[in-house]
C-alpha cells in the first residue's frame, strides 16, 4: 500500500497508545525526521512516562517542529494526537511554514492496543485510557479533512500497516535537477519582435516542426492554493495531452518553436500578455518552447488576471488586458472557443516559481522571499505574482512597493521582473530584469551561471507607463550609486558579530570566535577607514622553522626544507622590504571610484594598513601618493591591458618610520637610549675598577659584550627610519597585483606579478620600487646554495630578510592549501624582534623552542580569508559578504598567538 505525501510535509500520526505510531514512524522515517511526545517526556523530565511533563514536553516538541520546518525539513510528529486542539496546533504550525499537513490515522481494535500495552512494562494503565483514545480518534477521522490536513490516510488493520510504502514527490517547483545552463527573460507583453530579436542574439534557433506531432506537455497550475488538491510531480517525463486535447496546429503549430544548439533553456518569467502588438503570438511561442522542452515559464499577475477572464471571473479589463481580449475576439469563430481553452489549460499549468540548480537559483515573476523558496501555498503563490506592498498608494495610483530584495539574505539568486527599471541591477544576490521593453526600454536577458545580461532596444513605445521609468543620473559626470551601493550605505552590526563560521573556497569553514569579533568591531568601527574601501586585508605571514646552526635562528635553508617537503621543485626569493604593508586601491579617475567602489567626494584611491586604518595622517600624503601612482599606471597602459578602472595592489610602504613613528619613540628609542647608557656606564665603572686591580674581567668582558648588542640595536632600527616632509621621501613596493575589474590575479605566478609591476615602475622610479628577486630551483644544489649566499649579502648589509614563496600564487596539498609564503628574517633585524641580547647562546637555545602551528594555521586562514574578500568583491557581491571576510582577518588578529614570530 503505497501512501503519496508531498517532500515539504508536517506527518501527524493519530492513534490510542499501543497502536504501533512509534514502530511505523522507525520503520518509514529517517530517524532525525520523527519527533517522539514521549522522547521529548524524557528530555525535561528523565521520564519518558512522566504525564505531568506533558506541557513542557509538547512546547519542547512544537519549539523543535518549527525550526526544522523553517529549514524545509519533512517532520513526523508521534504522539497520540487523537484530540483536534491538540492537532491544531500543528496544523497552524504546517501553515506558517508552508508545509502541507498530512495526517495518518491508526484505527485499530480496541482490544489489540490493551494487549500491546500490556506487554511493555512501562505502559501498565488501565483499558480505560485506550477506550478513551479510541472514542475521541473515531470521532474525528470524518473531520480530519476539515480540520486543515490537505491528505488524509486512515489505515485499519495490521496488515495495512506493515504494507505501507511511503512514497515523497517533490514539488511542481522543485526543479533542483535541473543544472542549466539557463537564459532568464523579463516580462515580454507582446512584444514578440523584439522577443524573436533576443531569443537569436542569445544563439537560439528556430525549429518549426513541420509535420511533427504536438504532444503537448502540460503541469497544472494552482497547486499552492489551499482551496485545491495538491499536484505533484516527479523527474519523470511529462504525459503528453489526450488526442481530443490536442491545440489546433493552425493556431499552435503555426509558431516557430526555438531551441539552442548547445542545450541551453530560457525560462519566462511570466506577463507574455497585455499591452504589446503580438500578445498571441508571444504566447504561442513560449508555450512551444515549454511543450518542446527548451523553455520554463513561470506565470505574472497579467497571466493571472487572464486566466481569471477565460475562467468567467468578474474582472475590471484596464492595463493592456483589452488588448489580449481582442487578439482572441479577431481570432477566426470556428477555431476561438478551442484556442480560449487550450490558452487556459497553458496558464493553468505554469508554477507560481522555481527552485533550479540544486537550490541555487530560483525565478519567479515579483521575486521570492528566502523563507517562500520551494514552499507551496497561496501565499507564496500571491508574493510571486504581486510581491508584496505598503498598503500605500503612491502619486501615479499605483500600490508602493515593498522592498524585500534590500532584506534579502538568501544563499540563492533569484531573479525576477514584474517592477519595471531603466536598468537591471544587482541587490543582495537578486536582479530585476524587466526593463520596461513594452514601455520604450528594452527586453532582457540574464544568462545563468554567467550573471551576463543580453538586451535588445525596443523599436518603439508600444504602451505609456502610468509611473515614469526613468534613470537617476543624468549622465557620465552624474554617476549615481547602484541600488547595491545605496544599501551598502549601512552595514547591519548583526552581520558580523557573534560566534560565525565563514566558509571560503581555499578553507571549507572558518570560524571567528565571539571575542575576536569584538575586538574587531571596536578597531572596524572607530578607526577604520570608509568600508566601502575595505575589500581586503593582507593575512599575516609565518616565519621558517629555527635553525640550529650556531648563531642564528632563522635561516633559509629551513625554508627551503619547509617546500621540498610539500612537492615543490621551485620557488621565488623575494627581499623583504622593511617598510609597513600598505593596501593601495587606485582607479582611473573619481568617476570610476564612485561607479565601482561606491564612495563619495573621496578622491581616486586610498592607501591603508592592515588593520584597515588610513596609512597617512597628512592627506596631501595620499593624494599625491595616488595622482602619482595613477599616472604611472596610466603611461605604461594598465588600464587598457587590464581592461580595468581601478586596481587593488598588496604592497610594502618605506620608510617604516612613516608609520611606526609612534612605535619608534615609545619602545625601540627608549629601549636604544636607557640600554646605552646603562651600559656604557656599567662598562666605565668596570673599567675604573680593573685599573684600580680589582679582577672584574668576567663582568666586563659581559658588559662589553651587552653594549655592543645595544649598539647593534640601535643601528638596526635606525638604517629603516628617515624623515618624511614630502612625497619625495617615500617609496613604494608593490609586489601583488592583486585584482582589477572582473579578475583577481591569484591565478598568476610570483613573476608575473613583479614584471607587472616592474612595468609601473619604469614609469616612475623615484616612487614605485621593484622588488628584487631570485628564483630558485630546489632540485639544484647550487641554485639552493645562491638563494642561502644572496639571504647573506641581503642581511650583511643591513636588510631585513626575504620571503619565500612557491612560485604559484597558492598550491593546494594533501592535507589543504600549504605556507603561500614564509619569512626569513636576517640576524639584526631580529634584534628588534626579541630584543639587543637575543643571539646569547642561552636565549638562542630557549628561543628555538618556539611553536609555529598556530601561526601557520593563523596565516593560511587569514589567506583564505583574504583571497575569499577579493572574489567576492570581483563578483559583485554584497559588502557584508566581503566584510564577512575583512572583518574575519581582522577579528582572527586577536588570537592569541606571539606577535614577534
Keep these: ?33 520523527v519527533l517522539s511526545s514521549d522522547f521529548c517526556r524524557g528530555l525535561v523530565s528523565d521520564d519518558e512516562n512522566n504525564q505531568s511533563a506533558s506541557k513542557d514536553a509538547f512546547e519542547v516538541l512544537r519549539y523543535i517542529t518549527a525550526k526544522r520546518l523553517a529549514v524545509g525539513k519533512l517532520t513526523v510528529v508521534d504522539a497520540t494526537n487523537v484530540h483536534p486542539e491538540d492537532r491544531k496546533e500543528f496544523i497552524q504550525l504546517a501553515r506558517q511554514y508552508h508545509f502541507f499537513p498530512v495526517a495518518i490515522a491508526f484505527d485499530l481494535p480496541e482490544e489489540l492496543c490493551h494487549q500491546r500495552n500490556q506487554q511493555r512494562p512501562d505502559r501498565q494503565f488501565g483499558s480505560h485510557v485506550v477506550r478513551r483514545h479510541t472514542q475521541f480518534l473515531r470521532r474525528s477521522l470524518r473531520g480530519l479533512e476539515r480540520e486543515g490536513f490537505r491528505y488524509v490516510y486512515i489505515l485499519k488493520s495490521t496488515e495495512e500497516i506493515d504494507a505501507v510504502e511511503i512514497e515523497r514527490q517533490p514539488l511542481w517547483n522543485n526543479r533542483k535537477y535541473e543544472h542549466g545552463p539557463f537564459d532568464i527573460i523579463g516580462d515580454i507583453h507582446g512584444c514578440c519582435n523584439e522577443l524573436e530579436e533576443l531569443l537569436g542574439k542569445l544563439g537560439y534557433v528556430k525549429d518549426r516542426g513541420q509535420g511533427k506531432e504536438d504532444t503537448g506537455r502540460w503541469e497544472h497550475g494552482d ?44 525560462i519566462f518569467l511570466g506577463d507574455l500578455v497585455d499591452r504589446g502588438p503580438r500578445i498571441l503570438d508571444t504566447v504561442k511561442l513560449v508555450r512551444n518552447m515549454v511543450v518542446a522542452g527548451t523553455a520554463f515559464c513561470v506565470p505574472g ?33 470556428e477555431v476561438r472557443e478551442h484556442f480560449s481553452k487550450q490558452l487556459k489549460e497553458f496558464l493553468d499549468s505554469l508554477v507560481s516559481h522555481y527552485v533550479l540548480d540544486g537550490g541555487r537559483l530560483v525565478v519567479a515573476h515579483a521575486g521570492m522571499k528566502q523563507e517562500y523558496q520551494g514552499r507551496g501555498s497561496a501565499q507564496v503563490r500571491e508574493f510571486a505574482l504581486y510581491g508584496e506592498s505598503t498598503g500605500e498608494i503612491d502619486e501615479f495610483g499605483l500600490p508602493i512597493r515593498y522592498n524585500w530584495a534590500a532584506e534579502y539574505r538568501g544563499e540563492a539568486m533569484v531573479v525576477y521582473g514584474h517592477t519595471p527599471v531603466p536598468e537591471a541591477e544587482w541587490l543582495n544576490n537578486t536582479i530585476d530584469i524587466d526593463t520596461g521593453c513594452v514601455f520604450g526600454g528594452k527586453l532582457t536577458a540574464l544568462r545563468y551561471p554567467e550573471k551576463e545580461l543580453v538586451s535588445v532596444p525596443a523599436a518603439q513605445i508600444y504602451c505609456q507607463p502610468v509611473k515614469p521609468i526613468t534613470a537617476t543620473g543624468s549622465g557620465e559626470s552624474d554617476i549615481e550609486k547602484t541600488a547595491q551601493q545605496e544599501h551598502d550605505d549601512l552595514l547591519n552590526i548583526d552581520d558580523v558579530l557573534g560566534r560565525r563560521i565563514v566558509n571560503t573556497r581555499l578553507v571549507h569553514s572558518i570560524t571567528i570566535r565571539e571575542e575576536n569579533a569584538i575586538a574587531a568591531l571596536e578597531v572596524m568601527s572607530r578607526f577604520a577607514a570608509n568600508p566601502k574601501w575595505l575589500i581586503y586585508l593582507p593575512p599575516t605571514m609565518s616565519p621558517v622553522e629555527t635553525c640550529q646552526e650556531a648563531g ?51 578622491g581616486i584611491g586610498i592607501c591603508y594598513t592592515r588593520t584597515g586604518r588610513h596609512f597617512f595622517e597628512n592627506s596631501t600624503l595620499e593624494t599625491q601618493l595616488l595622482a602619482r601612482l595613477n599616472t604611472a599606471l596610466s603611461s605604461s597602459g594598465f588600464w587598457e ?18 608609520k611606526a613613528q609612534g612605535l619608534l619613540r615609545e619602545q625601540y628609542a627608549p629601549v636604544g637610549v636607557a640600554s646605552r647608557l646603562a651600559l656604557n656606564n656599567a662598562v666605565t665603572l668596570l673599567e675604573k675598577a680593573t685599573y684600580l ?7 666586563l668582558s659581559s658588559y662589553q659584550q651587552k653594549s655592543e648588542m645595544a649598539q647593534h640595536y640601535v643601528n638596526a632600527y635606525r638604517q629603516y627610519c628617515w624623515s ?29 606579478h613583479i614584471q607587472e609591476v616592474a612595468k609601473i615602475a619604469f614609469h616612475d622610479p623615484e616612487l614605485v620600487l621593484t622588488t628584487t628577486h631570485k628564483v630558485i630551483d630546489l632540485s639544484d644544489p647550487s641554485s639552493v646554495a645562491e638563494g642561502v649566499h644572496w639571504w647573506k649579502e641581503l642581511t650583511a648589509v643591513g636588510g631585513e630578510g626575504m620571503v619565500v614563496k612557491p612560485m604559484q600564487f597558492m598550491i593546494k596539498g594533501n592535507r589543504g592549501i600549504i605556507q603561500p609564503a614564509v619569512k626569513c628574517r636576517g640576524k639584526e633585524y631580529l634584534r628588534i624582534i626579541y630584543g639587543p641580547e637575543y643571539d ?51 577579528a582572527l588578529e586577536s588570537e592569541p598567538v606571539d606577535p614577534r614570530l
Design 724 to 752: 618624511v616632509s614630502d612625497i619625495s621621501h617615500l617609496k613604494l613596493a608593490p609586489f601583488h597585483i592583486l585584482a582589477t575589474e572582473n579578475a583577481v590575479h591569484t591565478d598568476k605566478d610570483h613573476c608575473w
Design 301 to 333: 499577475n497579467h497571466e493571472h488576471k487572464l486566466l481569471r477572464t477565460l475562467r468567467g471571473k468578474n474582472v475590471k479589463v484596464n492595463h493592456g488586458l483589452e488588448q489580449t481580449l481582442a487578439e482572441i475576439a479577431a481570432l477566426p469563430e
Design 223 to 266: 497547486k499552492e492554493k489551499n482551496s485545491a488538491p495538491l499536484l505533484l510531480c516527479s523527474p519523470a517525463p511529462l504525459l503528453p495531452l489526450p488526442p481530443s486535447a490536442a491545440p489546433t496546429p493552425s493556431l499552435w503549430n503555426d509558431a516557430p518553436t526555438y531551441y539552442h544548439p548547445q542545450g541551453r533553456k530560457a
Design 552 to 602: 642564528y635562528l632563522e635561516h633559509p635553508q629551513q625554508a627551503f626544507a619547509y617546500y621540498q617537503n610539500q612537492g615543490i621543485t621551485e620557488v621565488v626569493c623575494e627581499e623583504k622590504h622593511m617598510g609597513s604593508r600598505a593596501v593601495v586601491i587606485v582607479c582611473r579617475d573619481e568617476i570610476a571610484a564612485k561607479k565601482r567602489f561606491g564612495v563619495d567626494d573621496e
Design 1 to 33: 500500500m503505497k501512501l503519496t505525501i508531498p517532500e515539504l510535509s508536517l506527518v501527524v500520526l493519530i492513534g490510542a497508545s499501543g497502536a504501533g505510531k512509534s514502530t511505523f514512524a522507525r520503520k518509514n522515517f529517517q530517524s532525525f525526521e
Design 693 to 699: 686591580g680589582v679582577d672584574v674581567s668576567t663582568q
Design 641 to 658: 591591458k587590464f581592461d580595468t578602472n581601478w586596481v587593488c595592489l598588496d604592497c610594502e610602504l618605506m620608510p617604516w618610520s612613516a
Design 840 to 890: 646569547l647562546p642561552e636565549n638562542l637555545q630557549r628561543l628555538r623552542q618556539r611553536g609555529l602551528s598556530l601561526k601557520r594555521s593563523l596565516a593560511m586562514r587569514e589567506f583564505a580569508l583574504g583571497v575569499e574578500a577579493l572574489e567576492r568583491f570581483v563578483a559583485h557581491a554584497p559588502l557584508r559578504h566581503v566584510h564577512e571576510c575583512v572583518f574575519g582577518i581582522l
